[in-house]
């Protein structure tokens, strides 16, 4: 993975902070308990606080390095040429290691810049960081919804997403974004989808779209955000040709 010169942020930073805030009153607890010759719910407390702990750890980990360390392995595949989308881009995190390789070709995010999302998520962040690493001439950038995309039938070759579509509340929603990212994605073309929820439904909707070559695979550790239980899942399917 090349250096990063841009700003990227933390995913859903009421999440890591309640966490953060959850380890400190635990072992608040724990102290206090331990001052009171409370010696099981000391020990308790202890134990919950640093759990919680390591889990702050393991986000604080995945949001600032692991998810990069894991994008710029998946998108090595790139050839240079394609015409990519990223749904849900944010600040640009993949869009913009995607750019990096795509010398011949485009990179477009299309994202509604929730700052509840991403912290400090913002079109004009996205920009400066585009132009940080030095690839905002072949990126742009759409405000837009991806239960309705703003482009033509097959404009992609390539659609990535990161920990986005689980962002929509309902299924009825999330199974639009995957039939919009399908209709604007060319024959052939290539769908790479990381998400810690709801993978299977979208495995479902591509299937009952006709997409045969689909798969699931688990992303590993260093894309968990908190531990085991919330882990990554990548949805790769090629659009039959
Ligand atoms: C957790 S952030 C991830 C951002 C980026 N993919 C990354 O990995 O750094 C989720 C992003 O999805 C965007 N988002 C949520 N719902 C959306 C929707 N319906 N259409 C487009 N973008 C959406 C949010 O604004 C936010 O930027």
Redesign the pocket.
Known sequence: MSKRHGS??F??PWALTGLLLGAIGLIALAVVSFALDILAAGIAFLFGGLYTLASAASYLYT?RRG?FAV?AEELQRLEGGERLL??????????LMAAERLDQGRATG?????????SG?GESTTMANAEAEGVSDRVELVT????DLPFGDDAFDVIV?????H??PDAE?RAR?LREAHRVLRPGGLMLI?DFQHTPAYEDTLRGLGVVDVRRRDAGWRFWYGGPWFRTTFVEARKPA
């Open positions: 990227y942020g995913d859903a949001t998810k994008w990223d749904l849900g881009c944010g600040r640009g995190a993949v869009l299309v994202d509604l810049w929730r700052t509840r999302d991403q998520n837009g919804d991806m239960r997403s990161s920990l986005a579509v962002n929509i929603g974004a990381a």
